[in-house]
């Protein structure tokens, strides 16, 4: 049986805080940057993802879309910001298709 100790347990810091501290507080401009990075990240992951289900390498990729491979290796390494015409290029390079979702 394991004795969980009450003193330890209350130290421990949420996740909330843990993301104030070294992100700034929600709304701050620090926290903004920071959710927009991790969020451009998540969707180059999720092209990269879809171009290795594909086999395709990141160089064929960049042929597609008139790009080098550098380039679409620094997207999928998250080193340089995705426009949302990059992303819809390569998205259409790869046959995926979007629609628009308001409200």
């Excluded at 996740?15 to 969020?39: I, L």
């Excluded at 990240?41 to 290795?52: G, I, N, S, T, V």
């Excluded at 086999?55 to 960049?62: N, R």
Aim: proline letters at 1%; glycine letters at 6%.
């Amino acid at each position: 049986m394991i004795k969980l100790d009450e003193d330890k347990l209350a130290k421990l810091r949420t996740s909330s805080e843990h993301f104030d501290e070294k992100y700034g507080p929600k709304g701050s401009s620090e926290r903004k940057e920071f959710e927009a990075r991790a969020e451009a990240w998540y969707y180059a992951d999720l092209l990269k993802e879809e171009r290795k289900r594909q086999k395709l390498t990141q160089k064929q990729l960049g042929e597609r879309i008139g790009k080098k491979r550098e380039y679409i290796s620094a997207l999928e390494r998250g080193k340089t910001d995705m426009q949302l015409s990059t992303f819809m290029l390569i998205a259409n390079a790869l046959g995926l298709r979007f629609s628009l979702v308001v409200g």
